[in-house]
């Protein structure tokens, strides 16, 4: 396992640009010099399902949409502390937040 976590931060893992790029850093993972994780603040969905089978690290929050969301906050702090990434990459805003 890389030492070098990068931890992707998106809304959802459905379908869409962003989760089809995320799809795309799961599929080159056993290539990368870093080790990619997936975080969805709301939903996961099909591209989630696929990270899943590609022996990806997929956390879906489930966290309501009202903002701000306090829980989401706090259950992304969570997953921070857990997974104790170098990076955090988020390509959109996220209004969950």
Same mark, same amino acid.
């Given at each position: ?30 290539? &990368? $010099? ?11 969905? !099909? %591209?989630?399902?696929?990270?899943? #089978? ?10 309501? &949409? $009202? ?11 969570? !997953? %921070?502390?857990?997974?104790?990434? #170098? ?11």
């Amino acid at each position: 396992m890389a030492s070098n976590v990068v931890l992707h931060v998106v809304q959802y893992l459905n379908f869409g640009g962003v989760e089809s790029r995320m799809k795309i850093f799961g599929l080159n993972s056993s290539v &990368s $010099k870093y080790d990619h994780r997936f975080c969805a603040i709301r939903n996961g969905g !099909v %591209i989630a399902d696929q990270l899943i #089978t590609m022996n990806c690290p997929v956390t879906v929050l489930q966290c309501r &949409s $009202k903002i701000p969301s306090f829980t989401a906050i706090l259950s992304l702090i969570r !997953v %921070i502390r857990a997974e104790r990434p #170098t990076i955090i990459h988020s390509s959109e805003t996220i209004n969950a937040l």
